[in-house]
């Protein structure tokens, strides 16, 4: 079989919400990500950052009012936000804490940094900054080995730019 083609990326991530504001309030509001456009009478929204038409959609279409998916069953796992270096993340991190959303998880994986939380309908989402591949780890093969050690959060916090 032939593998996809290498500059395949994962262009957006479309997700059933119960409160398309609150939703909006967390990936714009918390995150960050732009408001490009109402949707379908407005129910549903897009999302960007740095002027993509969407990285981020959300929908009502199915899901107004509704409860998040019992544990146990299958369904997203997470979705996962790359940012372009350990500042950004850092930044992220600053504002998840600010709006007092809870940190579930932090890990250093070998390959990258990453913080977990969920969004308002309980959707995981992961925010993470890749290392440089030359710093993966690698058995003596040199196949890839990742790792799951605890990420310093304080010292990632520490890091965060400074807010106007």
């Given at each position: 079989?032939?593998?996809?083609?290498?500059?395949?990326?994962?262009?957006?991530?479309?997700?059933?919400v119960s409160d398309l504001e609150r939703a909006i309030g967390?990936?714009?509001?918390?995150?960050?990500?732009?408001?490009?456009?109402?949707?379908?009478?407005?129910?549903?929204?897009?999302?960007s950052a740095g002027g993509y038409h969407h990285h981020i959609?959300?929908?009502?279409?199915?899901?107004?009012?509704?409860?998040?998916?019992?544990?146990?069953?299958?369904?997203?796992?997470?979705?996962?936000?790359?940012?372009?270096?350990?500042?950004?993340?850092?930044?992220?991190?600053?504002?998840?804490?600010?709006?007092?959303?809870?940190?579930?998880?932090?890990?250093?994986?070998?390959?990258?940094?990453?913080?977990?939380?969920?969004?308002?309908?309980?959707?995981?989402?992961?925010?993470?900054?890749?290392?440089?591949?030359?710093?993966?780890?690698?058995?003596?093969?040199?196949?890839?080995?990742?790792?799951?050690?605890?990420?310093d959060l304080d010292r990632l916090m520490a890091e965060a730019?400074?807010?106007?």
């Amino acid at each position: 079989m032939t593998p996809v083609h290498p500059a395949t990326r994962i262009g957006h991530v479309h997700l059933k919400v119960s409160d398309l504001e609150r939703a909006i309030g967390f990936y714009s509001g918390v995150l960050g990500f732009e408001l490009t456009q109402y949707y379908s009478g407005g129910q549903a929204a897009f999302l960007s950052a740095g002027g993509y038409h969407h990285h981020i959609g959300l929908n009502t279409w199915e899901s107004l009012g509704a409860t998040p998916p019992p544990k146990g069953h299958t369904g997203l796992f997470h979705t996962a936000f790359l940012y372009p270096d350990r500042t950004a993340l850092a930044d992220a991190l600053r504002r998840v804490v600010g709006a007092g959303i809870p940190v579930e998880g932090a890990a250093d994986h070998g390959v990258s940094e990453a913080i977990y939380l969920s969004d308002p309908d309980l959707n995981g989402v992961e925010l993470y900054v890749d290392k440089p591949e030359a710093e993966w780890p690698r058995d003596a093969s040199g196949n890839l080995a990742m790792v799951n050690r605890p990420l310093d959060l304080d010292r990632l916090m520490a890091e965060a730019p400074a807010r106007n």
